[in-house]
């Protein structure tokens, strides 16, 4: 786990990191950052993991030695086509916690349901 940290092998596959704040430029940034550390009441943000097969990072990080011997080829040219997966959720900063506006639409977040409205069955 050291090494694929050491080596940042996590933005191989994540290269936009874990959200941002949501405003009128979609990815308006904090003075710290897509968003800080410390988060303030009437704040909303994005939280988006996710992964993503993307040909051009890959084929860097394949090159190198080191990378390489962390990744699985064979998965890779299996999963490369389906180009990624984010299930993203936006969340409001409340004086008490958080309020999810993305479960308060009712859209499905397991894989199931989501591909029921992928096909146009839901």
């Known amino acids: 786990m050291e090494t694929l940290a050491e080596l940042q092998v996590d933005k191989i596959f994540m290269p936009h990191g874990l959200g941002h704040f949501l405003g009128l430029d979609v990815h308006d940034v904090s003075d710290v950052g897509p968003v800080p550390q410390q988060l303030q009441e009437g704040q909303c943000i994005t ?21 390489a011997s962390c990744l699985n080829q064979s998965a890779i040219d299996t999963l490369i086509d389906l180009g990624g997966v984010r299930v993203e959720d936006n969340v409001l900063i409340t004086k008490s916690g958080h309020f999810n506006l993305t479960a308060a639409t009712g859209l499905p977040k397991q894989a199931s349901g989501i591909e029921a409205v992928m096909a146009g069955n839901a």
């Open 47 to 67: 939280v988006e993991p996710g992964v993503y097969f993307m040909p051009l990072l890959l084929d860097r990080a394949l090159s190198d030695p080191k990378k």
